[in-house]
Structures are given as C-alpha cells and as structure tokens.
C-alpha cells in the first residue's frame, strides 16, 4: 500500500529538540520532491521545508530556519526533521508529502502523510 507515516513527535519543553521521520512504503522517496508542512491549532497548513530528489537541495522557511535541519536517508526509505530549540509557536501537528515535480512546484502533493503532534510546553 502507498502511503506516508510520520513518526517522533511528543510533548517537549521550550528549547528541546525532536526528529522527525517520514518513512513511504509503496514507493521509493529518492525520486520525490518530500515536505514537511506544519498545522496550528485554529490556523490552515503551511508548508516549512522541502527536500529536492535529485541533489539534496532544501528549502526552509524563515521562522524555523537555522533550527530545523531537513535530510534524506535512502537506504531507509525516510526523511527526517531535526528540530532543536523548539518554541511554543512550534506547537503543531506536523505532516510530511511528496511529489514528483519538485519543491518549487505549485501543483499540490502526490502523496500525503496522517501527521504526528509536536507539542512544545512547560
């Protein structure tokens, strides 16, 4: 079956780190453009990072940038978001999708993870 599963989110203090992974089965993520979006209570989706599938080439939004680090792991099929110093207004659930296009495309995902919660709280 095709599909995207999330895992490694949870209940941290401000200041503390996560990784998260993204793990496809059905498909091979080394030839897909994966992001990871992020969704606040109250607020729509927004996309944070991508990863391109051909040089590794990222993207990452302002406001996590310099604090969450998006990488590939092929031979397991992942990829990961290594988060560190995490903030309160980090608090989301956070989703990972990938595409064949590439990161710069604005023709939607193929493929969509379920999410997992970060939250972030003293």
């Known amino acids: 079956q095709v599909q995207l599963v999330e895992s490694g989110g949870g209940l941290v203090q401000p200041g503390g780190s996560l990784r998260l992974s993204c793990v496809a089965s059905?498909?091979?993520?080394?030839?897909?453009?994966v992001q990871w979006f992020r969704r606040a209570p109250g607020k729509e989706r927004e996309r944070v990072s991508c990863?391109?599938?051909?040089?590794?080439?990222?993207w990452t939004e302002d406001p996590v940038k310099g604090r969450f680090t998006i990488s590939r792991d092929n031979a397991k099929n992942t990829v990961f978001r290594q988060m560190r110093d995490l903030r309160v207004a980090d608090t989301g659930n956070y989703s990972c999708?990938?595409?064949?296009?590439?990161?710069?495309?604005?023709?939607?995902?193929?493929?969509w993870g379920q999410g997992t919660q970060v939250t972030v709280s003293s």
């Open positions: 990863i391109s599938a051909s040089d590794g080439w990222t």
């Open positions: 999708a990938a595409n064949t296009r590439g990161c710069n495309s604005d023709d939607g995902q193929d493929y």
């Open positions: 059905g498909f091979t993520l080394d030839r897909y453009a």
